[in-house]
């Protein structure tokens, strides 16, 4: 730092134009050499973003997180019970992917012929889930399920069974409760409907039509620091 008194008698004993230009030159030279110091500065701050950056592009394993949801669906004549663990990862501050496998019992009546169809379902899946504010997402999950089917006639005649696979695409929203910003341990309900509309679909009728499926669950963030998360600079995009 420059000292006032030094500058001030600096400034004083000018007795000739040499000295005069002496000290204007070390004047002029003064703020260049404060400009460069600035400048440099500013580059090693620059170097030390894009650092960061770079490491914090690649696989994190902090924004891993496992959890599931347990599942219930009611209609005229259907009852529809399940659990939906899953892996994801946080894509974003805002965005969620990851994996499932689901398992569901549904049995349904036909009130006129007394006639049941129970069935046991199961399969992969993988899902989506966007948070345009904090604590309200909308999400889309595609399942692929292997269906085991029972028929059971009113008639007590012989009960028959099957086995057949459907597609099914489930679009809905819900709310998040506990969750902090870029933070993916919270808990959750949703409620989504099948729009594929797969005669076989667990999540439609006996009348094609698809059925509200309400989940509630819990995300459960793995290798979690929160201090750490809360400075991410990843997150805060």
Same mark, same amino acid.
């Given at each position: ?7 001030h008698k600096f400034l004083i004993p000018i007795r000739s134009k040499k000295d005069i230009m002496k ?34 592009s690649g696989f994190q394993k902090d924004k891993l997180f496992t959890g599931g949801s347990a599942n ?47 069935q046991t379902t199961f399969g992969p899946g993988a899902f989506v889930r966007t948070f345009p504010v ?38 809905? #929203? ?6 902090? *910003? +870029?933070?993916? !341990? @919270? &808990? ?32 459960? #963030? ?6 750490? *998360? +809360?400075?991410? !600079? @990843? &997150?805060?995009?």
């Open positions: 730092m420059l000292d006032l008194n030094s500058f000290k204007v030159l070390i004047l002029l030279f003064i703020p260049l050499c404060f400009h460069a110091t600035a400048q440099n500065q500013e580059e090693n701050k620059q170097k030390q973003d894009e650092n960061t950056e770079v490491k914090s219930i669906g009611f209609s005229n004549g259907s009852t529809m019970l399940g659990i939906t663990p899953q892996l994801g990862y946080s894509l974003t501050n805002w965005l969620d992917a990851g994996v499932t496998f689901n398992l569901n019992y549904i049995s349904q009546r036909d009130y006129y012929s007394e006639n049941k169809i129970r904090n604590f309200l997402f909308a999400t889309a999950q595609y399942e692929y399920n292997m269906i085991h089917q029972k028929q059971i006639f009113g008639n007590s005649a012989p009960s028959l069974k099957n086995r057949v696979n459907a597609n099914s695409f489930l679009v809905g #929203g819900g709310y998040a409760g506990g969750r902090e *910003r +870029g933070g993916n !341990s @919270y &808990y959750y309900i949703s409620i989504m409907w099948d729009l594929y509309g797969d005669m076989y679909s667990p999540y439609v009728d006996n009348l094609g039509r698809s059925t509200p499926v309400i989940r509630a669950g819990y995300n459960i #963030g793995l290798f979690q620091n929160r201090n750490k *998360r +809360g400075n991410d !600079s @990843y &997150y805060s995009r």
